[in-house]
């Protein structure tokens, strides 16, 4: 049995090294006479209780060196002092504005309704769709743009950098799992250079379309009532005939999505039985898989360490070679790449709770319930 689980893990190890090629890196090169052009970008960003990441937003903006831009904040009926927060600070942006959300629709999940709005306000060829915890390098749009234009992209998306730095023990274990569910579960080939639905991917802290193809997908009002309104609007992108990219972004964004573990439990349970199409089936095998292929390793480790049967512990040298190579890619504190075990464990109660929260009581995210 071992020698077989060690061959099975030599493969995937393989698969993820391979896999891992055909995602683009994100980086900005020399300007060619014909990208110095300039058509103008709407960055479109809704806040709904974020007063913290006003100040660290604009800071980041304020630095992106791409000069034809328009600023455009919405103010998602928050309970703290996101939109005091906001006129204080909106001065320090060229051509920016804020617009008060609406009242939230039957139906439509928040902040698919935020960004419909957003979009009914954008007057650029591309529109940028950001999430407020986010934090850009000053050359991002410059990058995305050398991406965009030559191969005539309808969408661009990338899992940005997620620093897990701080005392949420939960973000240590499962926010860098998110970079180890596209490099391992998605052929990035088929994602990215092919046009089929099903492998797609998307990030909705980092969405970067052309105009073009957000209006001929119907934009957010198509998937109004989506909890996985990325990978949505990307599938839909697609469908529509665009080609699109799952780059690399992590030299040009990172993205602190949590701070506390409630938050931590309450964002990815939201979204992680969702994100596979509600199927029991495959939720199911994706519990059987990471029981065998990440957390058995460990306990097989042990009892080759109190044995010395030094064959019983190449298994998680193998899983932990995988998350090292795969956290270097995300650049992630590699140390994390140790509590794989941990980390698949939390994973999997995670998406059992996800499972039942979607036959009881629904998803709940910043005061609003979703079924």
Not at 38 to 52: D, K
Not at 119 to 126: D, L, V
Not at 277 to 297: E, N
Request: hydrophobic share 45%; glycine share 6%; proline share 5%.
């Amino acid at each position: 049995m071992i020698d077989i689980l060690n061959v099975g893990l030599g493969f995937i190890l393989v698969w993820v090294l391979i896999n891992s090629f055909f995602m683009p890196r994100l980086v900005k090169r020399p300007m060619e006479q014909n990208d110095q052009e300039q058509e103008l970008v709407s960055i479109l960003i809704p806040m709904r209780n974020e007063e913290n990441n006003v100040a660290p937003l604009i800071h980041s903006l304020a630095r992106l060196t791409y000069q034809n831009v328009e600023f455009i904040f919405l103010n998602d009926q928050s309970t703290d002092d996101t939109l005091l927060r906001l006129k204080e600070m909106i001065h320090t942006l060229p051509n920016a504005s804020v617009i008060e959300g609406k009242e939230l629709p039957a139906k439509w999940v928040g902040k698919v309704h935020a960004c419909h709005q957003l979009s009914r306000h954008a007057n650029g060829h591309y529109f940028f769709f950001l999430d407020a915890d986010i934090t850009l390098q000053p050359h991002t749009i410059e990058a995305l743009l050398q991406q965009v234009r030559p191969k005539h992209l309808g969408l661009v998306s990338g899992f940005p950098k997620f620093p897990v730095k701080g005392t949420a023990w939960l973000c240590q274990l499962l926010v860098p799992m998110q970079h180890v569910i596209i490099y391992l579960h998605l052929p990035l080939f088929l994602a990215n250079y092919t046009r089929m639905p099903m492998a797609s991917a998307a990030h909705g802290s980092f969405l970067f379309f052309s105009r073009t193809c957000y209006e001929a997908i119907g934009g957010h009002k198509a998937i109004y009532n989506s909890l996985t309104e990325d990978i949505q609007l990307m599938r839909n992108s697609k469908k529509a005939g665009f080609t699109t990219r799952l780059v690399n972004n992590t030299g040009v964004a990172s993205c602190v999505m949590y701070d506390t573990n409630g938050e931590v439990w309450a964002g990815f349970s939201k979204n992680s039985f969702p994100g596979i199409g509600r199927s029991y089936i495959l939720g199911g095998c994706l519990l059987l898989f990471y029981l065998v292929a990440f957390v058995a390793p460990f306990f097989f480790a042990l009892y080759g360490l109190l044995t010395f049967h030094l064959q019983f512990i190449l298994p998680y040298v193998l899983t932990v070679l995988m998350m090292v190579w795969i956290n270097a890619q995300a650049k992630q504190r590699l140390v994390l790449s140790l509590l794989v075990p941990f980390s698949a464990l939390s994973l999997m109660s995670l998406l059992l709770y996800s499972m039942l929260l979607s036959k009881r009581a629904g998803y709940t995210w910043k005061g609003r319930v979703y079924k």
